[in-house]
């Protein structure tokens, strides 16, 4: 990431005094490797407050270093002992999701999805056409047998070959889906 270039003016647009500008811009470098967690944008604008206040002031500062570090350290400390930088969580993740608007229903559907898109990388490839027949609501052995072509008993020991890949899949490679395993044995309770 670069390095943040800081706009120092005055009220009135014009830039402020080098010794100011070079004052500011060390106290804001300084700030933001001391507070690495505090957000650096946040810190700029309070960078560039302090320089157009020290601007309009200009004569009443000795030492422009001096003031933006004491300037730029009493902001952080103010704003760090009031709490404004902390985070506070309410309530529960539940609670939420139900104010966001989370519907249960489509992450199950997503995750549902990307389990059988991950199971049917892991088959060959008649294996895989199947899979999307019955994906597709095609379950039966006659209507696998007709989408590719075979005959129906074909179909029907395709189909169980299949579930017998997919058990071993699943217990093999120790899944914890399991909500996701039984939707499958639902889906492939072959109908006829």
């Known amino acids: 990431m670069g390095r943040t270039q800081l706009h120092l003016v005055d009220a009135e647009g014009s830039d402020v005094l080098p010794s100011i500008k070079a004052g500011v811009e060390s106290a804001f470098a300084w700030t933001v490797n001391t507070y690495p967690n505090l957000d650096p944008a946040v810190l700029a604008e309070w960078a560039e407050e302090i320089g157009c206040a020290m601007q309009r002031n200009k004569n009443t500062h000795a030492t422009p270093r001096r003031y933006a570090y004491a300037a730029m350290h009493g902001r952080v400390r103010d704003y760090l002992k009031t709490g404004a930088s902390r985070e506070t969580p ?3 993740c ?3 999701e139900k104010w966001a608007g989370v519907d249960n229903e489509v992450q199950t ?3 549902r999805r990307i389990f059988f ?3 049917t990388t892991k088959l060959d490839g008649r294996d895989q056409e199947i899979l999307i027949l019955l994906l597709q609501d095609i379950t039966s ?5 007709k989408a590719l072509r075979i005959s129906e008993a074909a179909a029907a020991k395709a189909i169980q070959r299949l579930k017998i890949r997919i058990a071993f899949l699943l217990d093999g490679s120790k899944t914890t889906m399991v909500t996701q395993a039984k939707d499958f044995k639902k889906l492939c309770e072959t109908k006829g």
């Open 109 to 111: 559907r997503i995750d």
């Open 117 to 119: 898109q991950e199971l």
């Open 90 to 92: 309410e309530g529960s």
């Open 141 to 145: 052995a006659s209507g696998v047998g």
């Open 94 to 96: 539940s609670e939420l």
